[in-house]
């Protein structure tokens, strides 16, 4: 190994990767019995048979419960599994894409360990994972277990987890919280000391009146979500969409108020307005559970509609009858909670200001508006008790006293030495374990990420694809997907509480193999193999499975799920109070507004246009963009203009243009669609494309990527979330 601190992400060449043509090519080697596939009469899935397998999609983090059809050992469908809750029989077109995850012949197929600046050679498991570990053990012991971080998404990542805190470290980050849902669930914990739910407990089958901030459902297609949605259209709910884009929802809505893009506080506050001085609110809710109500109603007796009208653009009487809309409804409307939160910098500021109105409209607890769900608790395995406390390289509550999770872009900035503030000027973090994210794509400046990999000692990636953040790797190792695997079980809070299994549906293609087994390995070779008393993941699942009554085959022939009888919750508050918290102490004792306040944020340069970007319903982020099944029925994104807007820059529908933002960063060219829906000040561009690693067939060079515009971000002071709608681009 040479340059391992010098190291230079290039485009990467298929010829970049020296190795044997047996490994390179199509031959799909078998991995060990035991990793085998069961169907639901205990068959495997790669006996001749045509079986069904029941298991839970991974494509994105809804976990819908899907049946995997088998023939002749290859996976050939893909269906919603009917006895699933969080599928219905059902699924969006990328749950049924999933088999081009799997069959993806750009798969990454062996370890893979960079041997020059841009040149990689395959390994065997046990060379790399030994290389692995020995850098490990150096700066365990020359820095602390805590400068190895855990950046990772997704269920898959459990055992690397639980190697971190054996190893003793909890430095740990994933972009699911500062790019993604950290912020809301910060507001709606400050409010209602809970949040609205991994999977959003909300009744859209059964309110009268919904709105929605953004939250653009049907294109954000997370299926039992959008099905509760369309069964409240189906039955007459009245929905309010506040998005400066007409989104597919808004296209479906009673009203769309295409706000300026940043100026929804002062809707929301001027919504309190009306709600508070018409008397439209929930008086009982608001009596009996929440504390701060006079200071709230003095705080907004100035917010009306027509102050609110000259920030957000929009008609005062539009503000005012929306808001009525939702007050008559009372107690059957709600504000939708919304996910993806990192937009200005004040998110979770936006999130109480939600919250908040969701108490005032009695919405908190409600059968129709954000209920209380039920669980079922998956038994611990009896895994050995750890000797020592794990520690942590940056404690989140040093920075952050009221966040919930160390921002990764913090963790990112402490590997490079001086550049984080706040008494990490060493770079703390020396080496870093990727797991299944993308963070060239995920995280805002990604810049940085370059940097970063310059000075850390250790870099290892565990990856399905070729993915940008491979290009930065010392050492990149092939996992499953989830058709190939054993993973922890799914058992969320919701209506119906369920328990929900994983299991490998084929055996694993290539020399690729489980997370778990990779975590498993290290551990042996860290030292640390007594900590992981299984050979199989599968022992772990099947012993939960017995202490709930059950096992694999038992489950597997009841349809992959369990389930309990629904037990109604008492409502708790865990708030300081124990009361809904409309004025926050705590926030105020922290040094923030105790209610949420308007700020305005900086416009457009002229010339530009915020860039604003989300969802189409056939991708996933990054993660499908290579994908043949969805690249086939979405092949390529493009960015909505305006009419007005596309006449000054001279554009047509269709055209070719590349996006430059406010610091001269230039994108991959893109088409342009011509559209009036969508607001002059800004344009819209769909996340995930533009990739840029030459190894990607499908998705090479293919549409734009929002990620690498963004070189711009403003820090919500309260999560730490990066606020990355406040760039800009023009057309060149
Ligand atoms: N198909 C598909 N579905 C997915 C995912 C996926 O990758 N693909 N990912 C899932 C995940 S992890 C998440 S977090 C969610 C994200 O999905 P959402 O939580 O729905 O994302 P948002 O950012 O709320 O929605 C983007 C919408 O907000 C609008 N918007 C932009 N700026 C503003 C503004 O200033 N004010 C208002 N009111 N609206 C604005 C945009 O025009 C766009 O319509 O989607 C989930 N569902
Ligand atoms: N610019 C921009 N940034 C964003 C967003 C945005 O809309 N725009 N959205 C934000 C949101 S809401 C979220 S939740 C995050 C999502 O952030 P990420 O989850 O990091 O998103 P992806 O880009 O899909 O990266 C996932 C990577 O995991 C790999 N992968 C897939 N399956 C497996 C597996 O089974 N095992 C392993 N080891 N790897 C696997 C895929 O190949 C892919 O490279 O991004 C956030 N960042
Ligand atoms: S919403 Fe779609 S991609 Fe996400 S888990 Fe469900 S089927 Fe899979
Ligand atoms: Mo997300």
Redesign the pocket.
């Known amino acids: 190994m040479t340059q391992l601190t010098r190291r230079k992400f290039i485009r990467i060449t298929r010829s970049a990767i020296l190795g044997s043509a047996a490994v390179a090519g199509s031959s799909l080697i078998m991995s060990r019995p035991g990793e085998s596939a069961i169907g639901a009469d205990g068959k495997t899935g790669n006996s001749s048979d045509e079986m069904v397998i029941p298991s839970y999609c ?4 809804m976990g819908c419960g899907i049946n995997v059809t088998v023939k002749n050992g290859r996976a050939v469908k893909i269906e919603g599994n009917p006895v699933h809750p969080i599928s219905r029989g059902k699924l969006c077109p990328r749950g049924t894409g999933g088999l081009g ?1 799997l069959y993806d012949p750009d798969r990454l197929k062996t370890p893979l360990m960079r041997v020059s600046e841009d040149k990689f050679k395959e390994v065997s498991w046990d060379e790399a994972l030994g290389f692995i570990a020995e850098k490990m053990k150096k700066i365990k012991e020359d820095y602390g277990p805590e400068s190895l971080a855990l950046l990772k ?2 269920k ?2 459990d055992q690397f987890v639980k190697l971190w805190h054996d190893l003793g470290s909890k430095t740990e980050g ?3 919280y500062a ?3 950290g912020s809301r669930d910060a507001g709606w914990s400050l409010t209602f000391g809970k949040n609205p739910g991994g999977i959003e407990r909300a009744a859209l089958d059964k309110a009268e009146v919904v709105a929605f901030i953004g939250a653009h459902l049907g294109e954000n297609m997370h299926n039992v979500t959008v099905q509760d949605y369309t069964t409240g259209l189906r039955n007459g709910a009245r929905h309010i969409v506040v998005d400066p884009r007409f989104s597919v929802a808004a296209g479906k809505a009673k009203y769309w108020l295409p706000i300026k893009p940043g100026a929804d506080i002062a809707l929301l506050l001027a919504w309190m307005h009306v709600l508070i001085y018409e008397d439209l609110y929930d008086f009982e809710f608001v009596e009996e559970h929440t504390i701060g109500f006079e200071q709230l109603q003095s705080h907004v007796e100035l917010t009306t509609p027509e102050w609110a009208a000259t920030y957000t653009g929009l008609d005062a009487e539009d503000i005012r009858n929306t808001a009525r809309e939702l007050g008559e409804a009372v107690p059957n409307a709600f504000i939708f909670p919304g ?2 939160f ?1 937009w200005y910098g004040d998110d979770t500021q936006r999130a109480r200001a939600m919250a908040i109105i969701n108490a005032l409209l009695g919405a908190w607890g409600s059968e129709t508006g954000i209920y209380l769900g039920d669980r079922i608790r998956i038994p611990k395995f009896p895994f050995p008790e750890s000797h020592h406390e794990a520690a942590h390289a940056l404690d989140v509550k040093y920075k952050y006293p009221l966040g919930q999770s160390t921002p990764v872009q913090d963790i990112i900035e402490a590997s490079i030495p001086g550049r984080l503030k706040g008494g990490w000027q060493n770079a703390p973090v020396k080496g870093w374990l990727v ?10 400046n990604p810049e940085i990420i370059a940097e970063a990999a310059q000075h850390l000692d250790l870099l290892v ?5 070729p ?4 290009g930065f790797a010392d050492v990149v ?1 092939p ?4 058709l190939e ?1 054993f993973d922890i079980m799914n058992a969320p809070e919701w209506k119906e509480p369920f328990v929900s299994i994983r299991q490998p549906v084929v055996k694993p293609l290539y020399q690729s193999k489980p ?1 778990w087994w990779i975590a498993r390995k290290l551990a042996d070779k860290l030292g640390l193999g007594e900590a992981f008393n299984y050979d199989n993941f599968r022992e772990v699942i099947e012993y939960q499975l017995n202490q709930l009554g059950s096992s694999i085959k038992d489950i597997n022939s009841k349809g992959g799920v369990l389930k309990k009888e629904f037990e109604e919750p008492t409502m708790r508050f865990r708030t300081p109070s124990r009361k809904v918290e409309l004025f926050s102490r705590q926030m105020l004792r922290a040094g923030y507004d105790p209610m949420p306040r308007y700020l305005k944020h900086p416009e457009p340069a002229n010339g530009f246009y915020r860039l604003l ?3 189409v319903p056939q991708h ?5 963009t ?1 994908n043949s099944m969805l690249m086939e029925v979405y092949p390529e994104n493009r960015v909505w203009v305006h009419p007005d807007i596309a006449a000054v820059h001279n554009l047509k529908d269709g055209d070719y243009v590349v996006l430059k933002n406010q610091k001269g960063v230039r994108s991959n060219r893109v088409k342009v669609f011509v559209t009036k829906r969508i607001r002059q000040d800004c344009v819209y561009l769909p ?2 494309f533009g990739r840029t690693d030459r190894r990607l067939t499908r998705g090479f060079e293919v549409g734009a ?3 690498e ?2 070189t711009e971000y403003k820090l919500d002071p309260i999560t730490g979330s990066t606020g ?1 709608q406040v760039n800009c681009v023009t057309f060149v």
């Open positions: 991974d494509v994105c983090f995850q998404h997704g898959g990542a994933h972009p699911s790019q993604c849902r996910r993806r990192a797991y299944s994210t993308n963070l060239v794509r995920a995280v805002p990636v565990v990856e399905t694809m993915s940008e953040i491979t190792l996992d499953t997907t989830y695997r997370g970007y989300g969802r996933t982020f990054s993660r499908t290579n996340h995930g990527d929002d990620n515009l963004l990355s």
